[in-house]
């Protein structure tokens, strides 16, 4: 296609504003697609940063990172405090245990501000206990709730024994960390933002990959069949005939049953699926162009078959393919997410859209709607941009719409 044709093109394209947002729309998601690994908050494949405490967040929930819980054998004589060794990075760094009086024993945390949500001593010798703390009804366990200035005090009903040794068990309290689910979290407890973001990666190659190894199939085949005619014709267009027979689901379903879930499964089924609609379309427009008197003097130059075929016949097939290759990207889309929402096509730890829908599906009535409603709202714009960007290339390779 020469410049002056493009240049046309480009403003018969653009006369139509639906087509020129359904474009950008579509150039977004690709750009989404392509940089998802840069632009996402976290990364949902990463099954190490999941915690079931941040499942089911809504909208805007701030993360909070668990409390911290550590168990601390501390042993106290002539007045010295010893204890076992603490983990590496953890936010207490020692346990410490100082004399108040002859009846009384501080037993604390530092640094002091760490901020406690509970410290409970075990193992306290008879008469001795903790001041201000819930016992336990039957063992000698004290539990001090958010201790102030991280210490708990232990009272003697005498004299304070020289060698106490007791179990001090602390759980800090849960913090923000900053981080935002700006659109929640799912029942696994994945950002949804992220999720939606390699959702759309996953749609996006699935859609490329298998339209477009569709497409080569279906051009081959359709040229040969044309090319060929009597018994090879044949045979090429009773297996269109008999794939256009079954439903593209039922097809799918068919293939994932057999060979199991995973993304290169699912184009394969994709590609069984669609490769009959390119066959049939390019055996069409290759017939009619074979009985044109530049195929005829082609072959009188003695040219290859192959040569005529790709370099003289296909470029006129190209403007029809092209637009059903745009259309079927959006069927692909719709039949991998359609396959993913049954449980059959990508695994839980791959979030495609399908899948988040899926996910999200058993907590809508519970008003939890944020992990169904947004993947589905990203889903149909990506499949009604993909769509009219086809609708408008179909009506501009369409003379009878010529102006």
């Known amino acids: 296609m020469s410049l002056a044709a493009m240049d046309e093109f480009g403003r018969h394209f653009a006369e139509s504003r639906v087509a020129v947002a359904s474009l950008l729309v579509s150039l977004a998601f690709l750009l989404c697609a392509i940089f998802a690994p840069v632009i996402a908050p976290t990364n949902p ?62 037993a604390g945390v530092e640094p002091a501000d760490v901020d406690l949500e509970s410290l409970q001593i075990r193992g306290l010798p008879p008469g001795l206990s903790v001041e201000g703390a819930s016992k336990h009804p039957v063992q000698p366990w004290w539990t001090v709730a958010a201790p102030a200035d991280g210490k708990a005090r232990i009272v003697a009903e005498g004299a304070f024994p020289s060698d106490v040794s007791f179990l001090a068990i602390v759980k800090s309290a849960p913090h923000e960390t900053g981080f935002v689910f700006r659109l929640g979290t799912d029942s696994f407890g994945r950002d949804m933002l992220s999720a939606i973001l390699y959702g759309i990666r996953i749609s996006v190659i699935v859609g490329l990959v298998a339209a477009g190894t569709a497409m080569v199939l279906g051009i081959g085949l359709g040229l040969l069949a044309a090319w060929m005619g009597g018994t090879v014709d044949a045979i090429i267009m009773r297996a269109v005939d008999f794939m256009l027979g079954f439903p593209a689901l039922l097809v799918g379903l068919a293939v994932l049953a057999i060979l199991g879930n995973g993304i290169d499964k699912v184009v394969f089924a994709i590609i069984i699926v669609q490769w009959s609609y390119y066959a049939r379309t390019t055996r069409s427009v290759a017939m009619a162009e074979l009985g044109k008197e530049y195929v005829e003097a082609a072959k009188t130059l003695r040219l290859s078959p192959v040569r005529i075929m790709l370099r003289h016949v296909l470029p006129n097939c190209l403007p029809q393919v092209i637009v059903l290759f745009t259309l079927n990207i959006a069927s692909a889309i719709s039949l991998e997410s359609s396959l993913s929402f049954l449980g059959v096509g990508l695994p839980l730890t791959q979030p495609s859209l399908g899948m988040l829908i899926a996910n999200g599906y058993e907590f809508i009535f519970s008003q939890k709607y944020w992990i169904s409603l947004y993947p589905g709202i990203v889903l149909l714009a990506m499949i009604v941009a993909v769509n009219l960007l086809g609708d408008r290339l179909r009506d501009l390779n369409n003379p009878r719409l010529a102006r």
């Not at 089911?56 to 990172?65: A, E, F, G, R, W």
């Not at 819980?69 to 002539?78: F, G, I, K, M, P």
């Open 45 to 106: 494949y990463d099954l190490s940063q999941l915690q079931l405490a941040d499942a089911l967040k809504p909208v805007d929930s701030p993360k909070v990172v668990p409390g911290e819980e550590l168990r601390v054998r501390v042993t106290v004589a002539n007045g010295t405090a010893t204890f076992e060794d603490l983990p590496e990075g953890s936010v207490i760094k020692a346990i410490t245990a100082e004399a108040c009086g002859e009846k009384c024993l501080d």
